[in-house]
């Protein structure tokens, strides 16, 4: 009924009025004047509501962010007088009941400047007013536009309540400040969630929208109001990836572009083979990689050359493609043919490193990632690592995939010294048969002098306890995570060997032990995962800032 209103406001829109030429541009958020009713009006028998504006506004964005609650009768008319809008009811609005009229942060003035905040006021058409409140802030560097709605569950099945079904009866819309102000409620328990509604509809969908809950449940009061904090996770991706191109690349190398990025971890040669297209051959694949900075893309390697006259298909083996969110490709899709490209393999391979080459303020415990933009044999590489005085430092090499390694120290690396990473390449060609420039390289690097690091020390409390490990996250001024620890209960922490700057500090309590944090699920439903933010600290070197205070909200 509600959007049937708006839907049927937008039909008898009509011009803006055109702002005066000349003069500075219009900066000006615009904003709610004044309203008939007043906010808190009883017993209102009028059949008009009227809205003051600031200034000139684009009517059409006000009539599609404007909303009555609950919803009005179907029987109206409205117009526009200068800055001032009014909606008739003929008919009144029904008796003894508390609306909320809702104005959403979407609408603009006539040079597009939107409002910071939501506004919305609460009048009854009987002698009580329902004086129910939630205040609350989304944590988000991105609020505007995204909607809160509010479910009471008296009289309603908990478990059966589904957002992507039910529109909810109580709503507003953050500004650019993330504040927001739910009134006008009766008392009683509600569910909470913040939606990032990607085309309003009201409804929620899991692979578009992002979603967050409340922490613990809503007890809504006459006498005071009930204050929350919400955090937004990502839109759930339940839809395996998709083949959308096959491009070859030479006699040997196809890519497979994709419609996500997928798990290189679950890339094996195995699971694709080429086919002609009479179906009488059948050629192995030798390697299959993720192309280096290009996530999205996979590269096969063939055992031979394929013939640039022929016509092939590629075959992939269900179950043998991930994306990051671990969808598996489940069936086996349509094959895609292509026509080799009849050029040989001749560009030398290149290899680079992660932090690159002459790297400096590694650290201590940090890893090292080889790259190579071709596939290599695993076994012909070697890696060893040694300071710059020659005394070699033990360590870990794993091969992610075959153009890819993961390379870390056994206990640390020296501090404050200059390491080399030496590779040493038995094989003189890549799988491809492309020639390497190269079987000897050196890759300098220089770590964290500890004496010239601050470090951060504090406590952790919490009333409630955890389900599982509490996580703490260290992220510097750009938002990068720097350092991460987990405690199995609440106490003393410390994070130490920080280079001097600013950092923010990040706890959950991760109920799940997913190792993640959880902004909650709709269905079924999930509380979010209790959590706080602290910062920013300024971290200098060669000194402790000790004292820190970490409270985990309940």
């Not at 076994?379 to 870990?396: H, K, Y």
């Amino acid at each position: 009924m509600e959007r049937t209103l708006i839907a049927a406001l937008l039909l008898w829109g009509c011009a803006n009025p055109l702002p005066p030429p000349g003069g500075p541009p219009d900066r000006e958020p615009p904003f709610v004047r004044a309203v008939e009713p007043e906010p808190g009006t009883r017993n209102f028998s009028g059949r008009a509501i009227r809205i003051h504006f600031s200034e000139f506004v684009d009517r059409a964005s006000v009539l599609s962010a404007l909303s009555l609650q609950p919803p009005a009768p179907m029987e109206f008319s409205w117009d526009w007088w200068g800055r001032t809008l009014t909606i008739r009811f003929p008919r009144g609005l029904d008796s003894a009941t508390t609306y909320v009229l809702l104005l959403g942060t979407e609408y603009r003035d006539l040079a597009g400047n939107h409002p910071d905040t939501a506004f919305s006021v609460v009048f009854s058409t009987g002698p009580e007013l329902d004086r129910g409140a939630i205040l609350g802030e989304l944590l988000d560097p991105q609020p505007q536009g995204v909607y809160i709605w509010a479910y009471r569950l008296d009289g309603v099945l908990p478990d059966t309540l589904n957002p992507s079904h039910t529109p909810a009866r109580y709503r507003t819309q953050l500004g650019r400040m993330g504040s927001f102000r739910l009134m006008g409620l009766p008392a009683g328990e509600y569910r909470l969630f913040a939606v990032r509604d990607q085309d309003g509809d009201g409804l929620y969908q899991e692979e578009r929208d992002a979603l967050g809950t409340t922490t613990h449940p809503v007890i809504v009061r006459a006498d005071s109001p009930v204050t929350v904090r919400l955090r937004l996770g990502a839109p759930r991706d339940r839809t395996p990836p998709q083949l959308s191109d096959v491009r070859p690349v030479s006699q040997r190398r196809v890519w497979l572009e994709w419609s996500e990025p997928l798990d290189p971890a679950s890339l094996r040669a195995e699971g694709f083979a080429f086919a002609d297209s009479a179906g009488a051959d059948t050629i192995a694949v030798r390697a299959a990689i993720q192309v280096p900075q290009r996530p999205t893309a996979v590269e096969l390697v063939s055992e031979q050359a394929l013939e640039p006259n022929r016509r092939y298909a590629v075959l992939i083996r269900p179950g043998s493609v991930r994306d990051t969110a671990g969808n598996a490709l489940v069936q086996a899709l349509q094959p895609l043919s292509f026509r080799p490209v009849p050029i040989p393999d001749t560009q030398a391979v290149r290899l680079w490193t992660l932090p690159g080459d002459s790297a400096r303020g590694v650290g201590l415990d940090e890893l090292l990632e080889l790259f190579a933009d071709a596939a290599l044999d695993t076994a012909a590489l070697e890696c060893t690592v040694q300071t710059v005085q020659g005394i070699p430092i033990p360590i870990v090499q794993e091969a992610v995939q075959q153009n890819r390694w993961r390379i870390y120290p056994r206990q640390r690396w020296q501090p404050g010294e200059w390491h080399i990473l030496q590779l040493h390449l038995r094989t003189r060609a890549a799988l491809d048969g492309r020639p390497l420039r190269d079987t000897l390289l050196r890759f300098a690097f220089q770590t964290l002098d500890p004496r010239t690091c601050g470090e951060l020390r504090g406590e952790l409390l919490d009333s409630l306890g955890c389900g599982g490990p509490y996580v703490l996250q260290l992220y510097d001024r750009v938002g990068k995570l720097r350092r991460r620890l987990a405690l199995s209960h609440p106490g003393q922490w410390a994070l130490s060997e920080l280079p001097a700057g600013e950092y923010t500090l990040e706890v959950f309590c991760d109920a799940d032990g997913d190792g993640a944090y959880s902004a909650g699920n709709a269905f079924p439903f999930r509380f979010a995962e209790r959590s706080v933010r602290a910062g920013p600290f300024e971290v200098k070197a060669r000194w402790s800032l000790e004292g820190i205070r970490i409270v985990l909200p309940p």
